[in-house]
């Protein structure tokens, strides 16, 4: 006899059949191992009793996406096997798993005789479409694991604070600490049930319980002191390591640079880096947002000096009480976007890219065109002088930005490193300014292969995105690249110092992408930001106030087209609301009556 699954539904009532019970197959999938991978063939219906299931989309050369969890009571699998094709994801046991697998023939034959089974997948069919429609996973992380590393101190208070939090955005959550040792794997499954969230703590002395943590959870915190120096010994194994679904959180004395996040960030191969100050309430409500998929996410392009619109976006943000949680860049948006990570004020981000790019060029050391227009000394002093010897994880800030490799024909995600270097490899405009190297790599503007990467924002958080653009406008004529009538009626006016017009031509050639990227990159973002900047030269580095208030306007414009607050854009709806909702629409088999 077969035990029973989560649920009353015709899906549950699929295993009532003697046939069903007689050749389904009932096994154990142990934390990390997959169920099936992207191209096998669908042969099986797969339904989960116990654990967790997370689907993964890979494409060579980027990291996996996470398309969704799948929880007990739920179907794997059943898209490929209606369809007769191959699976298109990968799916992994997130935790130890109990799995159901119903041979596609009797699975059919039980169709046959109740259809209100394929109506019941048809809807979650439908149901899973219309959430990856809306850009987010069709099953949401609900389960959290925290896990001090070394000795942080007491961490109850900390995710009791985290709970308070995500209790106050309208959910139902509870904390869970080694009194939850002894409890079955069918208690896990009915607390996580009943709530909206569910956050697994373990003390330092809890090793054990830290270990079972590690397999029970969608996502892993591991929880650690800035200010004190990793463990020696390697840290005890997680099924989610491989999935890039472990992070690390740092607690920060409550002033000063952040510390320790490079030693961290290699003991635990932490997928995601977030800074805790105990006296900083904002710190708490991020990580409340980011478990709840409310995180806000800000996209910056490159565009040479028309992103300078990206200072005024920044400003009308704020303005708005728009939280940003996540940033990244590419090119001058990178620039901006890290000033942003370093905790830059509307102040002192205007008084430093004034000081770096608007009061003086930073492009006119002109040099004999070797390997650039440029020797790029001045770009590389001011890129020192403001960004310092300041480690890209040790920003408050989650932060990225993008160089194009050349060696490798790919683009380079520098997501740990020192910022500066990554800045200035990030800005390397080919034919301009001289490239940068990384051991044997030949690294250029990362606009060249991709200027507007809010689809690597969207693999690396789940709540909304903002992007700001300031790719779209018409960017060259031909009046750009007409010759001077006197060459040196050019010098004397001054005009030389933005560079000859090849610089508007290299800039404009290094920076335009391709529809398909564009539209890609377009589609990922949920509030999408337009400067009209077109009648800003994109060499024209004085041209700082229009700049920044064409992008304050823009922003302005897209915040006050929205129905709600941003962060509410990708919220889930609570259980109470999705009862309510169920309630209100059921969804009723047509009467016989009514099909003939």
């Known amino acids: 006899m ?132 809306r850009r987010g996973p069709a099953g949401e992380p609900s389960v959290f694991g925290f896990v001090a590393v070394g000795q942080p101190g007491p961490l109850r208070p900390t995710v009791e604070r985290i709970e308070r939090e995500i209790a106050d955005l309208g959910y139902t959550v509870t904390t869970i600490g080694v009194e939850g040792s002894s409890a079955p794997l069918e208690w896990f499954s009915e607390v996580e049930r009943t709530h ?99 995180s806000v996410g800000l996209v910056l392009s490159g565009g040479g000096a028309r992103a300078y619109a990206h200072i005024g976006a920044i400003k009308a943000l704020r303005e708005r009480g728009v939280p940003i949680d996540f940033i990244g860049g590419v090119s001058m948006g990178a620039i901006i976007g890290a000033g942003l990570a370093m905790g830059w004020d509307g102040a002192e981000m205007d008084q430093r890219i004034r000081q770096a790019f608007v009061d003086t060029s930073p492009l006119d050391d002109i040099a004999l065109p070797l390997l650039a227009m440029t020797h790029g000394v001045k770009v590389s002093e001011r890129l020192a002088h403001h960004f310092g010897e300041t480690d890209i994880a040790d920003l408050w800030l989650p932060f990225f930005c993008l160089s194009s490799n050349l060696t490798t024909g790919a683009y380079q995600l520098h997501r740990r490193g020192l910022l500066r270097q990554a800045l200035r490899a990030s800005i390397s405009l080919p034919g301009i300014l001289p490239p940068a190297t990384d051991g044997p790599n030949v690294l250029v503007d990362g606009a060249v292969m991709k200027n507007f990467p809010a689809d690597i924002m969207r693999a690396a958080q789940l709540g909304p995105i903002v992007g700001v653009d300031v790719t779209a406008a018409r960017s060259i004529t031909a009046d750009d690249v007409a010759r001077p009538s006197s060459v040196w009626r050019w010098i004397r006016s001054g005009q030389w110092r933005l560079g000859p017009p090849i610089v508007s031509l290299l800039m404009r050639s290094a920076t335009v992408s391709t529809g398909r990227d564009l539209a890609a990159a377009r589609a990922a973002t949920d509030v999408l930001v337009l400067p009209e900047v077109a009648g800003i030269e994109i060499r024209d580095f004085a041209a700082y106030a229009t700049a920044v208030e064409a992008g304050y306007r823009a922003t302005l414009q897209a915040l006050d087209s929205l129905n709600g607050p941003v962060t509410g854009l990708r919220r889930r709806p609570a259980l109470h609301e999705m009862a309510a909702l169920s309630q209100r629409a059921p969804l009723r088999r047509p009467s016989p009556a009514a099909a003939e």
């Open 196 to 294: 909206d969230f569910v956050l697994y703590l373990a003390e330092a002395a809890d090793l054990a319980w830290g270990q079972t943590i590690s397999r029970q959870v969608d996502r892993l915190f591991r929880v650690g002191r800035g200010d004190k120096a990793p463990p020696r010994e390697p840290l005890p194994p997680s099924p989610l390591q491989a999935q890039q679904l472990v992070d690390l959180i740092l607690l920060q004395p409550p002033t000063g640079r952040p510390q320790g996040s490079d030693a961290w960030s290699q003991a635990t191969s932490a997928a995601r880096l977030f800074h805790l100050r105990r006296a900083e309430p904002e710190d708490i409500r991020r990580l409340a947002r980011v478990i709840t998929g409310q």
């Open 2 to 133: 077969l035990p029973d699954i989560p649920g009353d539904s015709a899906l549950t009532r699929l295993f009532e059949s003697k046939r069903v019970q007689d050749e389904v197959s009932w096994f154990a999938l142990p934390g990390g191992q997959a169920l099936y991978s992207a191209g096998s063939p669908a042969d099986h219906l797969y339904v989960l009793r116990t654990g967790r299931l997370g689907a993964f989309r890979r494409e060579e050369g980027q990291e996996p996406q996470f398309l969704g969890v799948i929880r007990p009571g739920e179907p794997a699998g059943e898209m490929a096997l209606i369809a007769g094709a191959n699976h298109s994801a990968e799916v992994v046991a997130l935790r130890d798993s109990e799995v159901f697998a119903v041979p596609a023939d009797v699975f059919f034959d039980a169709c046959e005789e109740d259809p209100s089974i394929m109506i019941e997948l048809a809807r979650l069919m439908i149901l899973r479409t219309r959430q990856e429609a």
